[in-house]
């Protein structure tokens, strides 16, 4: 069992950076495979940018260029750094993570809200 835990959101003005983390109880392989998805209000639960496992990195459209994840095994997390942020960024952020190259996630985060004031 992996329990990750959110940190790191928070209210910003639009342009501005944010860097939500994602602690786990234990080390994340990047051969297998870590995202953060998102999930607006009245909106469905979209992937936000992946890293591992058999598909590779992937960000999604909106997002690239201006995000960037990344796993820092000394510190048991993964880091989502989000720049040049604009309102329809806002939303709650979930971290997820399997111990396996493809297939659904297995563990998920509680979320971590960001929200983005133009």
């Known amino acids: 069992q992996v329990q990750l835990v959110e940190s790191g959101g928070g209210l910003v003005q639009a342009g501005g950076s944010l860097r939500p983390s994602c602690a786990a109880s234990q080390t994340m392989y990047s051969s297998f495979s870590a995202a953060w998805y998102r999930q607006a209000p009245g909106k469905e639960r979209e992937l936000v940018a992946r890293l591992g496992g058999n598909e590779g990195t992937y960000y999604r459209d909106s997002v690239k260029g201006r995000f960037a994840i990344s796993i820092d095994n000394a510190r048991r997390a993964l880091d989502l750094q989000m720049n040049s942020l604009k309102a329809e960024d806002t939303g709650m952020y979930y971290c997820?993570?399997?111990?396996?190259?493809?297939?659904?996630?297995?563990?998920w985060g509680q979320g971590t809200q960001v929200t983005v004031s133009s």
């Open positions: 997820a993570y399997r111990r396996r190259a493809n297939g659904d996630y297995e563990y």
